[in-house]
């Protein structure tokens, strides 16, 4: 299956999901009763503008790893079972989940036309490490000897080390990962943008590197028109399965969503990734067979931002407050009014879909209990200023459900609740990573690979790139870190579930639904369909003459 290209935030409320695919349930138009398919078309995909340059150290938001997913592969994907699929690599092994040997296809190479090679797999891994760098997705490689060389921990602290001291090349095809403990899901995780590889050009001028990517995938770059269109093309030396279907994509930037929809019955896009909220009554009547509705991994939650004096002064917030403020929400009749049944309820922190996944990991918290909810804020100290506000990016079809989560605790509690829209994702990210979000934030999550140590270590240990919010607890650190280094993958799934269970005397953020597909396409294209991490699979579309 294509699609765990990256770990990302959520642009968008009703964002697409997994549709047919090689390996996994759905229906996809892979026919064309009215004409025959040009093998070179190119067709057109609603993107918003990536929020940073094109780097595979960088990039964990929507936009920007669509694109990204059609540029570069990695060692390795996974099916729909969670097993995992070869790709760039012809084996990964281990015979004790710390030691890990990694053999790659030979013949590939980058769209300059030179070589991959173990090199340009282990130099790529310790530039996207060095703390030099700043690339956000460094903490991903914590789990490699050596790493606290290349990136100290102490702020302001300078590399004493280039290299970590796990990665060691063999040969031109073969190279060997050290880890510092075992970690039985770590083959997973090399599904992840940040573990490809780069060419030798890119050192040379990295900033260059994030405008025009030179990547390993199916398609090459070929443009980059901030703010209104990316263009990619086939690479036809592409050594992978995926072969592209078609001659390329063109992203076309839209700055909402009604509007794309207008120009997709129009026939000015191909295929969308999401539908606004105004529109989901009747895109499926619109669109007929076009109308894409189906699950994929990710779940929507509204995080808390711990660092803001809201929560933090005079002293920490009492978890039960938010604990009480999760069962002020009446997630039923918001998925089923306001979004018009394209979400799911959400009962526990883990997406549907993915290894360790259980129906009730919120352990109740998720229920709709207006006096439980009313009890739990008083037992906990009140809400500080009995005022919450939710931040989120007005681009992305949000508005409708945030004011009707408002109007929930309100008249569930009397506590006040505002929406803190912000013009685009761009802006959100920002307010986020600078740390200027006031009280909860809006967070949506997709599984980078298929296991439920996704959904919690990397977005509530203490330090993960997921972390936003400042979420820190020591006793929770050590359990997450016991359930990374656990002897098996199941060892490892069945400790990160009790973990969830556990997450309801934390609160780090409020679960409200699972994700869906909901999406469409022109009649221009056939063999549409979407990954588990919900982008649409580009090299299988089809565009007809």
């Known amino acids: 299956m294509r699609g765990a290209k990256s770990a990302k935030w959520v642009t968008g409320a009703i964002i697409v999901a997994l549709a047919a695919t090689a390996c996994g349930g759905g229906k996809s138009d892979s026919g064309d009763a009215k004409g025959a398919v040009d093998p070179n078309g190119i067709f057109s995909i609603e993107l918003g503008e ?9 990039t964990m938001e929507s936009n920007g790893s669509a694109v ?3 540029l570069f592969s990695t060692l390795v994907d996974y099916k729909a079972d969670g097993s995992l699929e070869m790709i760039n690599a012809e084996s990964v092994t281990t015979t004790d989940s710390k030691t890990w040997t990694v053999k790659l296809k030979p013949g590939w190479t980058f769209h300059d036309g030179t070589p991959v090679t173990s090199k340009s797999y282990v130099d790529a891994w310790n530039w996207n490490a060095n703390v030099k760098n700043a690339q956000g997705l460094s903490s991903w490689f914590a789990d490699i000897k050596g790493y606290d060389k290349v990136h100290p921990e102490a702020e302001g602290a300078k590399p004493t080390a280039d290299k970590m001291d796990g990665l060691t090349v063999v040969d031109e095809t073969t190279f060997k990962i050290e880890l510092t403990k075992a970690v ?11 573990f490809a590889p780069l060419a030798e050009s890119f050192y040379k001028d990295p900033e260059a590197g994030g405008q025009k990517p030179v990547g390993n995938g199916p398609y090459k770059f070929k443009s980059w028109d901030h703010k209104k269109k990316i263009e990619i093309t086939r690479y036809d030396a592409y ?15 839209y700055t909402t969503l009604e509007a794309a929809y207008e120009d997709l019955k129009s026939g000015n896009v191909d295929v969308l990734r999401q539908i606004a909220p105004k529109d989901l009554p009747v895109y499926r009547q619109d669109l007929g067979d076009r109308a894409v509705d189906q699950p994929y991994s990710a779940i929507q939650t509204m995080a808390v931002a711990f660092y803001a004096d809201q929560w933090k002064k005079p002293k920490q917030i009492d978890p039960k407050v938010i604990q009480g403020l999760s069962m002020a929400i009446d997630r039923a009749t918001i998925t089923k009014t306001v979004l018009q049944g394209t979400r799911e309820p959400a009962t526990g922190w883990v997406a549907k879909g993915v290894l360790g996944f259980q129906e009730d990991g919120g352990a109740g918290v998720t229920k709709f209990d207006p006096a439980k909810a009313k009890e739990l804020i008083k037992a906990g100290g009140g809400v500080p200023g009995n005022k919450i506000s939710i931040q989120f990016n007005a681009d992305g079809g949000h508005k409708e459900w945030v004011d009707a989560v408002c109007n929930s605790i309100q008249q569930a509690t009397d506590v006040q609740c505002v929406g803190d829209g912000k013009p685009d994702f761009q802006a959100d990210l920002t307010a986020r990573k600078t740390k200027q979000v006031k009280s909860l934030y809006r967070s949506g999550w997709v599984l980078d690979y298929p296991v439920n140590a996704n959904f919690i270590s990397d977005l509530f240990r203490t330090g993960a790139a997921g972390n936003q919010g400042d979420f820190s607890n020591k006793e929770l650190d050590a359990k997450i870190a ?13 400790q ?14 409020i679960p409200l639904w699972y994700y869906k597909v909901n999406a469409g396409y022109s009649e221009k294209v056939s063999g549409v369909a979407y990954g588990q991490d919900g982008d649409p699979i580009l090299t299988g579309v089809e565009v007809k003459k």
């Not at 990536?50 to 960088?58: A, R």
């Not at 039985?184 to 599904?191: D, M, S």
């Not at 016991?482 to 069945?494: M, N, R």
């Open 50 to 58: 990536p929020e940073k340059p094109l780097l595979t150290g960088d």
């Open 68 to 70: 990204m997913a059609g």
């Open 184 to 194: 039985p899901y770590f083959g997973h995780k090399l599904a992840y943008i940040v």
């Open 239 to 253: 050594k992978g399965s995926n072969k592209a279907k078609n001659g390329g994509v063109v992203f076309k930037n």
């Open 482 to 494: 016991k359930a990374d280094s656990a002897a098996t993958l199941d060892e490892s799934v069945k």
């Open 496 to 509: 990160f579930q009790a973990i969830e269970k556990d997450l309801v005397n934390y609160m780090p953020s």
